[in-house]
């Protein structure tokens, strides 16, 4: 079966602290996408990331970074010298290599950051 | 850049009554999908829709619901009969190729649903 966790449900934190979001995936495919998603209180989808199957290289973009490892299964998200304007529902995603390509999304962090 | 669009962004309709949400994916995208998320839980998939015909629906994704690309450019979703708990936001998102070669899936902005 195909499935996204993220363990986390809230997270609250103050600003300028470092924060992790966890998300752990199953799925028996070798060929796969895993994303990250922003939900802000206005509603929308919001892309941050893709990643592939065969490429674990870790990611920076400004102030954020993931980490990806195919041995635990792993799509971690840190957000570094968190803003209050980052507060939002982060949707951790897989999409297998199949014929109609869904998304499968996690069930979402939500994320306080406090001034 | 282009986008996917949805209309309306807020629909209120009494219970029974039929809606239609529609959609504009991104014009030389081939696959479409709808997505439901009811209000504070997860993005869930409702249906794929490609060449014209549905090519995967989730067990939500019963007879009440019917998709279809009437022209060239709209993709829309219709609940024959409302209930209560279609009350949710139902996102579109549109794919660029049906090969085997992933491109990314572009969800546009959402129309949330209230049915009273």
């Known amino acids: 079966a195909q499935k996204v966790t993220q363990a986390q449900t809230e997270i609250s934190v103050v600003e300028k602290e470092d924060v992790t979001l966890d998300c752990v995936y199953e799925?028996?495919?070798?060929?796969?996408?895993l994303f990250w998603y922003k939900q802000p209180p206005s509603g929308e989808l919001v892309f941050l990331i893709r990643?592939?199957?065969?490429?674990?290289q870790n990611e920076i973009s400004g102030r954020y970074s993931w980490n990806f490892q195919k041995s635990t299964s792993s799509f971690n998200f840190t957000i570094t010298a968190s803003q209050v304007v980052d507060s939002a529902v982060y949707f951790c995603?897989?999409?297998?290599?199949?014929?109609?390509?869904?998304?499968?999304f996690g069930a979402g962090t939500r994320l306080f950051v406090k001034a | 850049e282009p986008e996917v669009t949805q209309t309306p962004s807020h629909q209120v309709t009494q219970m029974g009554q039929e809606v239609i949400l529609r959609c504009v994916p991104i014009?030389?995208?081939?696959?479409f999908y709808w997505y439901r998320q009811i209000l504070g839980q997860k993005v869930e998939f409702l249906v794929s829709?490609?060449?014209?015909?549905?090519?995967?629906k989730s067990e939500i994704f019963d007879d009440q619901f019917s998709v279809e690309r009437p022209d060239g450019s709209n993709f829309t979703l219709k609940i024959r009969s409302t209930k209560l708990e279609d009350s949710a936001m139902y996102f579109c998102?549109?794919?660029?190729?049906?090969?085997?070669?992933?491109?990314?899936?572009?969800f546009g902005p959402g129309t949330r649903l209230t049915v009273l």
């Open positions: 998102a549109s794919r660029r190729t049906s090969g085997s070669s992933y491109n990314e899936q572009f």
């Open positions: 799925t028996r495919d070798t060929t796969y996408y």
């Open positions: 990643r592939n199957s065969f490429d674990e």
């Open positions: 995603a897989l999409i297998l290599n199949t014929g109609g390509f869904k998304t499968i």
């Open positions: 014009s030389n995208h081939l696959y």
């Open positions: 829709f490609y060449n014209n015909e549905i090519s995967e």
